[in-house]
């Protein structure tokens, strides 16, 4: 599979690995609909479920494959024959089929959760990619709890699995547990010591267990990764993945940290989408979430509010246009300044000279105090006492 080294592949598994989350279970026409909005936002993968795990996970993929045009869908799977099977079943009508199998990399994972040794390990990764590819040809694998792998046997399992036929290889940070720097060095080692890790696209898929997830996936950018797993809002097992919206920004902000580098998302969609799948997914946005939280452009701090109205720019390195937003918010709170105050008079149509706002800022610090923010009714009342 031939890839483009100046294009960041973004993968979206809000439908598979952010549907994990308990109570987010959507139904199958739910997902026909946040999978046409991620297309049009931009994704190049979609992740559309594990189909060996339900009827109607299996399902989901079956019709999301018949829905979408022009992205790939990705089916999970374990590295066991029967689910691989079962996955190619579900992908039939997908035009860009992609099966991602894998197996556990780390010692802990071998040991206590397989049984197994190092040696049959590697076996049986090599066994499910030579599988997969017996039916597509975009197969990816993922060598799980990369993020506490030995380095050494990481890399030889990522050249064996590369050797038996996987275009694309995720190494998951499956526990949050890495810092950003031990995270990028596992990639660039992955690069400097993997023969032949110019025949896939290394991919970062990384949990937010210590709020590290973006600050990981950016890191393997930084160090040669090219695609990154990430979900809407940042939702997925415990306390999340990759933050699909937070990725996009960073590579949109600091354009220079990557020369030529681009992904074909549409920023301007996220607010939309953020506030659809927070809906029928049921689970709400932390006001303070960055890029989407109700409280991620609004102001409400006296000095800042000052800053904020004199030039956008002393507090905003993103313009709220760029993510589907109106205009910032200035919120009036008893942390206010006059500035703010007498903004929102004039944006009601009320002319109020220096005199004349010093004595109604007196009379609003009154109200801002008995109450957490004022409305415009408020300060209407306010400028009729």
């Known amino acids: 599979m031939l890839h483009d080294p100046n294009h960041l592949y973004i993968f979206d598994t809000t439908l598979r690995d952010g549907e994990q989350v308990p109570g987010c279970q959507l139904t199958t026409p739910e997902k026909i609909e946040i999978a046409k909005d991620l297309e049009s936002l931009g994704v190049d993968i979609i992740e559309a479920g594990f189909p060996v795990s339900s009827p109607g996970d299996f399902q989901s993929v079956v019709e999301l494959s018949k829905a979408v045009e022009n992205v790939i869908i990705c089916a999970l799977t374990r590295a066991h024959k029967n689910d691989i099977d079962v996955a190619a079943d579900a992908l039939k009508f997908a035009k860009r089929p992609r099966i991602h199998t894998g ?4 010692d802990m994972h071998i040991k206590y959760k397989f049984n197994s040794t190092r040696e049959e390990i590697l076996e049986r990764a090599v066994a499910a990619v030579k599988h997969a590819k017996s039916y597509v040809e ?51 080692y992955l690069k400097e010591h993997v023969r032949n890790i110019d025949q896939a696209i290394i991919s970062a898929h990384c949990h937010n267990d210590l709020g590290l997830a973006t600050a990981n996936s950016i890191a393997a950018v930084q160090n040669g990764a090219r695609q990154v797993e990430c979900t809407i809002n940042g939702i997925g097992e415990r306390a999340g993945n990759t933050s699909l919206e937070e990725v996009a920004m960073i590579l949109k902000v600091h354009q220079q940290q990557f020369p030529g580098l681009s992904s074909n998302i549409n920023s301007k969609l996220f607010t939309t989408i953020s506030q659809k799948v927070s809906s029928m997914m049921r689970m709400p946005v932390q006001p303070n979430k960055a890029i989407v939280g109700k409280n991620a452009f609004a102001h409400s701090s006296g000095i800042h509010q000052d800053g904020f109205l004199k030039h956008r720019e002393n507090y905003e390195i993103i313009r709220p246009e760029d993510v589907g937003l109106d205009e910032a918010g200035i919120i009036l709170t008893a ?51």
């Open 103 to 106: 197996i556990g990399a780390s």
């Open 335 to 385: 942390r206010s300044g006059r500035h703010a105050l007498k903004h929102h008079l004039e944006r009601l149509g009320y002319q109020v000279d220096k005199d004349e706002l010093a004595a109604i800022y007196e009379k609003f610090l009154v109200i801002a105090d008995a109450k957490k923010d004022l409305c415009d009714e408020d300060l209407n009342a306010l400028m009729q006492s």
């Open 138 to 188: 975009d197969i990816e694998f993922y060598a799980e709890d990369a993020g506490r792998a030995d380095l050494a046997y990481l890399a030889q399992m990522v050249e064996a699995v590369i050797a038996a036929g996987a275009t694309v290889v995720n190494i998951p940070d499956t526990n949050g547990y890495c810092m950003p720097d031990q995270y990028g060095a596992k990639i660039a």
